[in-house]
């Protein structure tokens, strides 16, 4: 073995592997969940050195916790990241990414086409802390182009939208970013990295609500914040609560101190630290065990989501089909150049009589669950316009691909043909 | 520049090898990383003779502080230097020279510290180098430490962890 050679192993081998080696105490083979709140400390210099940061261990759940550490060091793995930290849920991830590079009167750039929930979040709950969104076509590289400026603290994208089937050209939006000294932030949950890389496309920072595809079943809430390691944010200089001294931590500079996982320390150590949301330890235990199949899971849940959305586009009741997996789709072209193992299996399609129809198709299914949650092992449908996005005006509705006649299917393990004949029947 | 990239094998036999460090650049202020690197390294059983011309005569964390590499009055294996790249040249030089009278076998240029033409000099003198790395965050991370604070260790093993 030479000094330089490093092994490297494939995705599906760290989907099941990474971060979990067997118990140095006890030899379990499989993460233990540790249920606990809090760890004793050696002595008091060594509970001071874990205050202050300079050493590594435990002191209470609500900042590392070893069972959520196998899941934040598996995400990082897959995601081939520097660091993941891990909370309770995908908005907290959001929360607490943002919470780490943004003042109050600061501002950063998001695209439209995203989940309902982020721009309630971005658009309605930010602005109360004093972080202003600038919401952009981000399907437009010209409209990106005159948006962008280099007051903007980040770039906020999701590349496999949710609900929309739109798939964006994230290294182009990544120049972008960079051209003005930003990082680009991903939400890449309808992908997973198991279809898309987002590091390998310019991408700085990775968002996951761990709850969908994740941990798979449906059972557990979470979100993950995830770290490359190569934005520069000293020299981008627009970053006091990386590189300036934090008052909180005897005056200590978190990228400086901690280099290539700064923005990680500092978003667990000071943003989870303060305001809370820590992922449980079954939790992450639960999205450890659906991880382990994540690859499997991935490939059925776009095989079959091909097959319906192919059934619908030939249905005569359904007038169009928003599936980047389809030749039809203007965005199969990206799709097949970002995520050429399948778009996902989260898209929309629009039924013949508007917002009425909609009601009563998912009032009608009957293996295919009415509810508001995406990358379970069940099928899911959902009518956007009286759900996740109501909150949004018709204008808004339609601008995220959210309008009146819209629903959005989340297509599950079961066979695919119960899934084409529930659809059939509940249209007919 | 191109990435350095050292294989976890060859970074565990060599932190396992050593004894002695020679901290270069090592700081009394405890919020320091250089401090805190070598209450670290203590902890784990090393023992760490700090070096700093302007604290030369002191002590850090109950160890006499020392002007120069040279002026060290024992052996020491590995040099650990908290100083910027150009400096690194100087002191890697330093140690080439030294090598055999103290036993200098490795050199260790801490995080953001790199010096292509030294790491070149040095090897060519029969010593190992590690450069853009901190041997806390290499020791944390191969042997499991660095891990829980959801740090990518990028270690696949069905082996259980022995300490």
Same mark, same amino acid.
Request: cysteine-free; charged content about 15%; aromatic content about 4%.
């Given at each position: 073995m030479s000094k330089h050679t490093i092994k490297n192993y494939g995705i599906e081998t760290r989907a099941i592997?990474?971060?979990?080696?067997?118990?140095?105490?006890?030899?379990?083979?499989n993460t233990p969940?540790?249920?606990?709140?809090s760890y004793v400390f050696d002595d008091a210099d060594h509970a001071a050195d874990l205050f202050n940061l300079q050493t590594f261990g435990f002191i209470y759940s609500r900042l590392t916790n070893p069972t959520v550490a196998v899941l934040e060091e598996r995400i990082a793995n897959l995601e081939n990241g520097r660091a993941a930290v891990c909370c309770a849920s995908g908005h907290s991830a959001q929360f607490l990414a943002f919470f780490s590079l943004m003042e109050p009167g600061d501002r950063f750039l998001a695209s439209r086409n995203l989940y309902g929930g982020s721009i309630t979040q971005f658009g309605t709950s930010f602005k109360r802390l004093g972080w202003h969104v600038d919401f952009v076509d981000a399907t437009d590289l010209e409209a990106v182009k005159q948006a962008i400026?280099?007051?903007?603290?980040a770039f906020f994208i999701e590349p496999l939208a949710n609900p929309g089937g739109v798939v964006l050209d994230t290294q182009a939006l990544a120049d972008l970013a960079h051209e003005n000294n930003m990082p680009l932030v991903v939400d890449n949950t309808l992908a997973t990295p198991m279809l898309f890389q987002p590091f390998d496309h310019g991408a700085d920072i990775i968002t996951h609500s761990?709850?969908?595809?994740?941990?798979?079943?449906?059972?557990s809430m979470g979100g993950a914040i995830v770290e490359k390691? #190569?934005?520069?944010w000293a020299t981008a200089g627009k970053y006091p609560t990386l590189c300036e001294p934090d008052p909180a931590y005897h005056g200590m500079r978190f990228f400086e101190t901690f280099g290539d996982f700064g923005f990680s320390m500092k978003t667990r150590c000071v943003g989870l630290r303060d305001f809370g949301p820590a992922m449980s330890p079954t939790n992450a235990f639960n999205t450890i065990t659906g991880i382990e199949t994540l690859h499997l899971r991935m490939e059925r849940h776009v095989q079959n989501a091909l097959k319906v959305a192919n059934f619908l586009e030939n249905h005569?009741?359904?007038?169009w089909v928003s599936y980047a997996?389809?030749?039809?789709?203007?965005y199969y072209e990206l799709a097949q150049k970002y995520m050429p193992k399948g778009a996902g299996s989260v898209f929309t399609f629009g039924v013949k009589g508007g917002y009425e129809a909609g009601v009563k198709l998912v009032e009608s299914v009957n293996l295919i669950s009415h509810l508001a949650?995406?990358?379970? #092992?069940r099928s899911l449908i959902i009518h956007p316009a009286s #759900? #996740?996005?109501?909150?949004?005006?018709e204008d808004q509705q339609i601008a995220a691909?959210?309008?009146?006649?819209v629903l959005r299917l989340s297509i599950g393990l079961e066979t695919a043909d119960d899934i084409i004949r529930d659809l059939d029947e509940a249209l007919s | 520049m191109t990435a350095l990239s050292y294989a976890n094998e060859y970074l565990t036999d060599l932190l396992q090898s050593v004894k002695t460090v020679a901290m270069?650049?090592?700081?009394?202020?405890?919020?320091?990383p250089s401090y805190f690197v070598m209450k670290y390294l203590q902890g784990k059983g090393y023992r760490v003779i700090p070096v700093n011309p302007g604290l030369a005569g002191g002590e850090i964390l109950g160890e006499k502080v020392y002007s120069?590499?040279?002026?060290?009055p024992h052996t020491f294996e590995m040099v650990d230097i908290f100083r910027n790249s150009e400096a690194a040249g100087v002191i890697t030089d330093e140690a080439i020279a030294l090598r055999e009278e103290k036993g200098i076998k490795v050199i260790w240029m801490q995080l953001t510290v790199r010096n292509d033409e030294a790491c070149v000099r040095a090897e060519d003198a029969g010593l190992d180098v590690i450069m853009d790395r901190c041997p806390k965050i290499e020791y944390g991370r191969l042997f499991g430490e660095?891990?829980?604070?959801?740090?990518?260790?990028?270690i696949i093993s069905s082996k259980r962890l022995k300490r």
């Open positions: 592997h990474a971060g979990s080696r067997p118990d140095s105490e006890t030899g379990a083979r969940i540790y249920q606990t709140t400026t280099p007051d903007h603290k761990t709850t969908k595809f994740l941990a798979g079943h449906g059972t390691g #190569t934005f520069d005569p009741k359904v007038s997996g389809l030749p039809s789709s203007p949650n995406i990358g379970d #092992t #759900t #996740t996005h109501r909150q949004l005006t691909g959210a309008g009146p006649d | 270069v650049g090592a700081s009394a202020k405890t919020n320091r120069s590499l040279s002026d060290i660095l891990s829980w604070g959801g740090i990518n260790s990028g």
